[in-house]
């Protein structure tokens, strides 16, 4: 089968696409930037890629019409503060590129919308719900609440919670009551959904047996970490200090902050389980949850990642428009060492930041890091994915990798930080000289203001970073 799959960088379509292509789909993949794409190497033979942005109508061309069945995963929950109209205009150009297509089923993945009081992310999905439903092809809509697993907003959101607070004062929407569901089984519910004439023109709720409120989640998580962990819940914190609270204490930007702030007041439990018995799937607890994502990080096993996503930046662009790091205009830093080894020179720079740090000076990284999570930046608590690989469109602390390729030794690193300006930081090695550039392009007078006032810094940290990236393989 010809399968089309949006969302294909996302966090949901990272994890599916091999399952796709393991039950012998050819997979069509729907990316806004193909740069941001890095499928495995072993599956490339088994899937077509496609540059489409679904708020774009001239793009629409590119999706061909041959496919027999496609999965809905677009959601622009975080991009803008009118999310509710991208969101709408996506799902109708969703439609108008089926138009006189073969498809015969799509899968939508949504969020639990079976209460009235809906909040302004919740009404969203349901109104894309009712336009994918006012089509020609059968629809299936998969409605999930909290998504446990390595590398989910709402498992790291609450391991950063949890981890990092001994104890909280915390907002009374911690009361609320949900229904956490594992990845594993989301995935298995999108699978097994397909081309299931069972499921055709309904709408499910799917979660875990467990129902839990948000206070009874993090207390769990505490205890499987053997953790001691107090929470006290107050009535006088508003949406817009419980926002500020989740972006100051976890990893997550304060627009995604404030779309799960005004989605957690509301209950999202599960109508029934009959699409259990339909598909024969027994969704796990959550406490096997937990284990299986520790799982996969404590064997560096995460195959994807909301911090991946564009929505955990400030900047929302296409690799593309900045892989051609610029000169003109531009202040230069540049440092080179001639080293022995290429290949322990690149293990080094592919293994910098997240929890292995930036090698020199990691306190003022730490604290330009805090300065840009109070000016509204990613700070440096979204790490890195993997240890030991880079993949364009990771995310890495304060950066986006825009270029990573061992074999050519060149890392290509463009900042998400707030600055008055665009900045990069190159590695590249050449003949056997590993060559560090780090260049700004300023934004007017303050701009420039900025360059000069961090130029003394430049000075010894990326000297120092260099020396210690280069230790032991210098040559003499």
Partial sequence: MRILLTGATGY??????????????HVVCCVRDVNRFSPPESIMSFIEIVEVDFLEEDTLKNIPKDIDAAYYLIHSMSTSNEYEKLEQLSAQNFNRSLEGSSVRHVIYLSGIVNKDGLSKHLKSRKNVENILEDSAFNLTTLRAGIIIGSGSASFEIIRDLVEKLPYMIAPKWLNTKCQPIGIR???????????NEKVYN???????PDILTYKNMLLKFAKFRK?????????????KLSSYWLYFVTSTSYNLATSLVSSMKIEVVCRNAKINKILNIEPENYT???QRAFLKIDGNQIVSSWKDSQVSGVKNFNISDFIDVPIFGCFRDITQREIVSSKL?????????????WYYANSLWKFRGFIDKLFGGVGLRRGRTNSASLESGDALDL???????????????????KLPGEAWLEFKIKDNVLIQTATFRPHGILGRMYWYSVLPFHGFIFKGMMDEITKHNQVN
């Fill in 12 to 25: 949901i379509g990272k994890r599916l696409l091999p399952v796709l292509v393991k039950n012998g789909h």
């Fill in 185 to 195: 089984d989301v995935i298995s519910f999108l699978e097994k959904s397909l081309l």
């Fill in 202 to 208: 309904q709408n499910f709720d799917i979660g875990g």
């Fill in 227 to 239: 953790l001691k962990r107090t929470i006290h819940t107050v009535p006088i914190m508003t949406p």
């Fill in 288 to 290: 096997v949850a937990l």
């Fill in 345 to 357: 020179a690149i293990d080094k720079v592919w293994s910098i930041g997240g929890t292995n740090g």
């Fill in 399 to 417: 950066w986006r990798v825009l270029y990573a390729n061992k074999v050519e030794g060149r890392l290509l690193l463009f900042a998400e930080m």
